[in-house]
Nanobody, 124 residues
Framework: QVQLVESGGGLVQAGGSLRLSCAAS????????MGWFRQAPGKEREFVSA????????YYADSVKGRFTISRDNAKNTMYLQMNSLKPEDTAVYYC?????????????????WGQGTQVTVSS
């Protein structure tokens, strides 16, 4: 079992930056593939980015590639999402998730644990 808590969300103007954090507690964080997902009002939850247990493999949705960077610090049991050049369409609740699988994947069904989410709002 692992518990996940997101932080770092907020209101930012278009073109600005935010860094989200996901703090994990419970079973060994290092053994989990981690991911970020987001859900905008009236839309389904969608994949944003994923990172494997070591951080050596990362994967991004096309919509954020080149603007967002995922990373993790296994010593701190924390994952990050650096978001630059934010756009109004990035507005959503952002969720972190943990998977017992070994691949950095965007398949939502492979993630076993989820945080409560943090709101990101980008104004135009």
């Amino acid at each position: 079992q692992v518990q996940l808590v997101e932080s770092g969300g907020g209101l930012v103007q278009a073109g600005g930056s935010l860094r989200l954090s996901c703090a994990a507690s419970g079973r060994a964080f290092i053994w989990y593939t981690m991911g970020w997902f987001r859900q905008a009002p009236g839309k389904e939850r969608e994949f944003v980015s994923a990172i494997n247990y070591s951080g050596a493999s990362t994967y991004y949705a096309d919509s954020v590639k080149g603007r967002f960077t995922i990373s993790r610090d296994n010593a701190k049991n924390t994952m990050y999402l650096q978001m630059n050049s934010l756009k109004p369409e990035d507005t959503a609740v952002y969720y972190c998730a943990a998977s017992r699988g070994t691949l950095a994947t965007g398949q939502m069904g492979t993630y076993n644990y989820w945080g409560q989410g943090t709101q990101v709002t980008v104004s135009s």
